[in-house]
Each structure stands twice: as C-alpha cells, then as structure tokens.
C-alpha cells in the first residue's frame, strides 16, 4: 500500500458536484454534430501547425490538417467531413487570434482510412511518440503539451515511474471523472502501452476520493501483474497539479524550474491515456473529447463534441443558459477563463464550459489585510500577496527572485483572499512582463 504524502497549501472549494446542476452522475453522451466548426493550428504548447488545406478542399473526418512544425508541436485533424470555408485567424479562449481552419459540415460523417497498430505489444517508444505526433495527442487535462516529448525521454533520464492523473479537482468538472468510469478498460490499456513501451516497472493512478465508482471501475480493469496501483486521494484542490500529484504519490519534490521527469517520473492525463489506446488500436487521432457543460444551464450534460464545435452550439443543446447567469467560463471555475464571445470553439485542452450565477470574482477589491491567507493556500509556498505588490509597483526583477515564474495559476490565492484582491492576475502578469523581457535580453545579446 502506497504512503500518501501531503503537498504544501491547498484549499478544498464547492465542488459543485452534487445537486441538480451536477454532472458527476451523468453518463457521456455524444453532442449532435455542428453545422460549420473552426478547428484552430494551434491547440497545444509549442508551435503552431502548418495548414495542409485551403478553401474550396474538401476533407474527412480524421484527415490531417495542420502538420506539426518544430519539435515541440502535435498535428491537428478534420472533425467533420464537409468543405473548408477559409483558413483564418479565429479568436480562442485566452483572447488571442491564431490560425484556424473553418469547415462547413456536410453532416456525411464521411471518414479518412484509419491505420491500427499491427502488432501494438511490440510498440517501441521512439514508435508511439511518433504516432501520438501524427495523430495530435497531447495533455487532455487542459495542459495540452505534446505527448510525443513527454515519450521522447533523452538517453541521459531514467524514468522509473509513471503516474496517471485521475484527480480532477477543479469544481464542477466531471469529464475525466465520467471517462474514468465508463471507458476505464480503454484509459488501463493506455496505460499499459506506455509502461510497457518506456519499459516503466512502477505506475500510480492517483484518484480524488469523490469519485469511488471511477476508482472501483479502474481496479476492476487491473491485473495482478500489471504493476499498476490505483490510489484515492484526499480531495484537497489543485490536486492534480504536476508537482503536487508528483509529491502526493511519490514523496519526491520537484526542484524551482525543473520537471518531474528530471526525478525519475512521467505524469499523464486519463483522457490521454485513453486517446493513445484509441490511437494505436483504432489508428484514430483526436477529433473530440469529453467536456463538462454544468452550473446554471437548463440541461447539465457531459457531452463527447467534435474538436472545433463553438461553445454557442454546446450551450443549445443544454437548452441554453438560465436567467441568473451571470458568468461564462471556458474550462473549470479555477484554472479557466472568463470568455465573453459564444463562437469560441472547443479545443483539446477543453474539459468544460460553465455557467456560474455568482460574481464573487468580479466584487471590488479592498486592501490587503495582511491574514496571511494566501500565503497557506499557496501549493508553490510563494507569497501571493508580494509578487502582487511587486506587480503593481513594476518591481519585476524582485518579482523573479520572489519565484513568480513558479507561480501555476491554480486560483487558489485568489479564491482565499477576504480582500478579493486579483492575486493570481497579478501572478499572470508577472509572468508574461518577466518572459517578456528575457526574450529581449536574449535578442540583444544575440545582436551583438
């Protein structure tokens, strides 16, 4: 039995998972088909693909449409059949402009020829990073990074466990939860590739203890010898963070600025585990996902929807938002973002689209009253309430040597603080300003 260990912070929010706005009990059930989706290049950290079509073609479900570009990057596909409108830049959820491919749907549902795996026991890793590159499979838990670098592990590391992050512990959300428990054959299949594939002898699947019919599901799918361990976790947001899963299952910390493969771990997403089985099984690349539609929306509904759809046609098929409405956010209420426009479309990192009735966030900010509250809901031990004042002040070099750059933007900060104070904004701003100017520091160093 696996020591549990306690990572530093935390705060445990309303889940919003029980009641009549849940979802947590509704089964996945497929959204009907969008008439025209807009499929953006750029759905993954890293470089944005370069587009395979143009207006006029005609594609099918499944065909490649953006191709990868550098290293770092994962290939984009059709999600209808039908014909390509335009290649234009479209707006997404954080409020940028990138390129997109828009498709009118010919509601054919018409398929490119999908390419199994031939023999997938005998898969090598160098095999299975290329094909999740081709296919377009990265992070479904909304971090989307590449999968085919996190299988790419440099001759210099050893990699000695694999952990499966099943937590989802952002309110409201229940897509990983729902995939869990009804696909969680598909999720251990996954999981066995990659051990087998990386040569991996220890895996932990670490799942919040509000979900018992996701982890019995799991177990149920687990052999003797499979050196997989199912783990129920104490719920205790943000829970499925990369460093804090890392701690919880393992006891290892990874050190400011580095990542868990450099102590000998590789975390990954249950949808990704899943999206690699359909991968290599099916030769299926990632065309849809599971996203949440829950809060103050006249049908709750965990919908299978096609890369592309607009948050509009998902927010329809749940009979639309109720009247006390006053907020809607593109992920989850912690670590997603308040979106103004419906034609936003859904993207892999998407795991929801919540209708809230509270504008607690919005509330006028007061003074900090220096409770410390912030600084002990902290999972990173920074000091939210400094880095912000920093920020406000233009005080970016001390920003950096307080850690601002290892803030992770889980909300916590800012949900804690009594003043309402835009702790994580702050954080965010750090961040971008602190990137920023290295960029340019490099640029003119290189100028010289």
């Given at each position: ?18 009641g ?41 479900v ?29 707006i ?52 989307t990074?590449?999968?085919?670098v ?66 019995d ?75 949440t ?11 299978l ?73 902290c ?17 970016y ?46 640029a ?5």
């Amino acid at each position: 039995m696996s020591i549990i260990h306690r990572f530093p912070g935390g705060i445990h929010p309303h889940e919003g998972k029980g009641g009549k706005a849940a979802t947590a009990g509704l089964p996945i059930v497929e959204a009907p088909l969008p008439s025209r989706v807009t499929i953006p290049l750029q759905q993954h950290i890293g470089a944005p693909c370069k587009p395979l079509v143009q207006k006029g073609d005609y594609v099918k479900v499944g065909q490649m449409i953006g191709e990868p570009v550098g290293f770092v990057s994962a290939a984009v596909h059709a999600s209808v059949s039908g014909t390509v409108v335009d290649v234009m830049p479209c707006i997404v959820a954080n409020g940028t402009q990138v390129n997109a491919v828009v498709i009118d749907n010919d509601h054919t549902d018409t398929w490119e020829d999908l390419t199994p795996v031939q023999n997938p026991e005998a898969i090598t890793a160098q095999e299975l990073s290329e094909l999740c590159r081709k296919l377009g499979i990265v992070g479904m838990g909304g971090a989307t990074f590449p999968t085919s670098v996190k299988l790419a592990v440099p001759a210099d590391k050893k990699v000695d466990t694999l952990l499966i992050n099943g937590a989802e512990c952002e309110p409201y959300l229940s897509a990983d939860h729902r995939l869990m428990a009804e696909k969680a054959e598909g999720i251990v299949c996954g999981v066995r590739l990659v051990k087998k594939a990386l040569n991996i002898p220890t895996v932990k699947i670490g799942v919040e203890l509000n979900k018992p019919d996701a982890i019995d599901a799991l177990k149920a799918c687990i052999k003797a010898d499979d050196g997989i361990e199912v783990i129920g976790l104490k719920v205790n947001y943000p829970q499925g963070g990369e460093k804090q899963l890392t701690y919880a299952l393992t006891g290892r910390k990874v050190r400011t600025g580095g990542l868990p493969l450099d102590i000998g771990v590789i975390v990954m997403n249950v949808g990704t585990c899943y999206a690699i089985y359909r991968a290599v099984y099916e030769g299926r690349p990632v065309i849809d996902r599971v996203v949440t539609v829950g809060g103050t929306v006249a049908k709750p509904a965990n919908y299978l929807a096609r890369i592309g759809s607009p948050v509009e046609w998902l927010l329809d098929t749940s009979e639309g938002m109720l009247p006390e409405t006053r907020m809607l956010i593109y992920g989850g209420p912690m670590m997603g973002m308040a979106i103004s426009r419906h034609d936003i479309p859904v993207t892999k990192g998407c795991s929801g689209v919540l209708a809230l009735d509270k504008l607690a966030a919005l509330a006028e900010e007061g003074a900090c009253i220096r409770c410390g509250r912030c600084v002990e809901a902290c999972p990173m031990l920074l000091s939210p309430t400094m880095l912000d004042k920093y920020m406000r002040k233009g005080m970016y070099e001390e920003a950096e040597q307080a850690g601002a750059l290892n803030c992770m933007e889980c909300g916590a900060c800012t949900w804690s603080c009594p003043a309402r104070r835009n702790l994580t904004q702050s954080c965010r701003v750090l961040k971008k300003v602190i990137t920023q100017r290295k960029k340019e520091e490099a640029a003119l160093k290189g100028g010289k």
